[in-house]
């Protein structure tokens, strides 16, 4: 499963991508750019159409640019994605996956004629971007079994080669009104199972124990940029376990890591910790925000890199056991995997 780094255009550091930073990971295989970052910045979206994505960032072949829509942004703004801006930026900065310019969000807390308004509206936008590799987005909601259905009876959405799903994080994060776990975890093995053939991508899933889930799922590829959202409120990520705060930078509270987990982190072989080591991690700034975020990543790819691992050798039985905390997701994990022996 890819891990894709969603990036901040006000903010390019650290250079994860970039072979000749201190911050470089040679396992990142992919990263992802918001529309709504472009959209802010008149000067850069003219820029990165004029030069190509690619070069405008400096991303080297072999690392994939993802764009997202920003449909999230847009809706909060009262607004939509301006689809024919959206469409000849496409056109010129080539990014090599892009999502259809517009989805709707079905939130948990609407009610189920304002869940279809949803699902009429992106199916729409879906149909209507049949061409030119855009990714039409599907989303996990009480509506799941019609998505799938409207989707698999339009011959040219079924042709599509991949297919990205939305709506998960709200139901992840317990929204008021939110789905039972087992229900968005059952919406997304349905739309694994229908949707065999295509590469099935996840946006917005950050924590490690949430990439077991994805992985054990089938999922192909997950978008996150909870590695640089946590990196900048003193938070660093831990292989098989919950986050922990690291640096005191103000409002932000959290639990620290104990005797055990200073322990990991002190032998933690990320290019930030190897360089910096803990005082690293500990260090305010930007300096210190760009040692959290490299681990954070690293801290990802790794955990998602040793799941592959154990799923291709048949160990991950016994490795998730030792490995993964109990937490409110290990429950999940058993659950996913008895669902996967049946
Ligand atoms: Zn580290």
Request: charged fraction near 25%; hydrophobic fraction near 40%.
């Amino acid at each position: 499963m890819e891990i894709i780094a969603g990036l901040s255009l006000r903010n390019l550091k650290p250079k994860v991508w970039d072979a000749a930073s201190p911050y470089h990971l040679s396992g990142l295989r992919a990263v992802m750019v918001s529309y709504a970052d472009l959209d802010r910045t008149p000067a850069r979206r003219r820029k990165a159409m004029e030069k190509g994505l690619r070069a405008y960032l400096g991303i080297p072949e072999g690392v994939s640019i993802y764009l997202d829509n920003g449909a999230f942004y847009f809706l909060r703004k009262g607004g939509e994605v301006p689809r024919q801006e959206y469409e000849s930026f496409v056109r010129q900065a080539q990014p090599d996956w892009y999502a259809i310019p517009q989805d709707y969000i079905p939130t948990p807390r609407m009610n189920d004629d304002e869940q279809l308004d949803c699902l009429r509206r992106t199916m729409q936008v879906n149909r209507a971007f049949q061409h030119d590799g855009y990714v039409p987005v599907v989303h996990i909601s009480r509506y799941i079994d019609e998505y799938l259905r409207q989707f698999l009876a339009d011959e040219r959405l079924r042709a599509k080669p991949a297919v990205a799903l939305g709506g998960i994080v709200p139901n992840l994060l317990r929204a008021r009104k939110a789905m039972p776990y087992s229900d968005v975890l059952d919406s997304v093995r349905q739309a694994r199972v229908e949707l065999a053939d295509k590469q099935l991508h996840i946006f917005g899933i950050g924590g490690t124990a949430t990439l077991h889930l994805a992985a054990l799922l089938d999922v192909d590829s997950v978008d996150s940029s909870g590695w640089r959202n946590r990196a900048a409120r003193g938070i660093v990520q831990m292989p098989g376990r919950g986050d922990r705060m690291v640096a005191n930078l103000g409002s932000w509270r959290g639990r620290e890591p104990d005797e055990d987990e200073w322990g990991i982190l002190a032998s933690c072989s990320c290019p930030a910790c190897r360089q910096f080591g803990i005082e690293g991690l500990k260090a305010s700034r930007m300096h210190g925000f760009c040692n959290r975020a490299t681990h954070n990543l690293w801290t990802l790819l790794d955990e998602a890199r040793q799941i592959e691992a154990h799923l291709t050798d048949g160990t991950y039985e016994t490795w998730y056991d030792q490995h993964v905390e109990n937490s409110v997701y290990r429950p999940l994990i058993d659950y996913v995997l008895e669902q996967r022996q049946v």
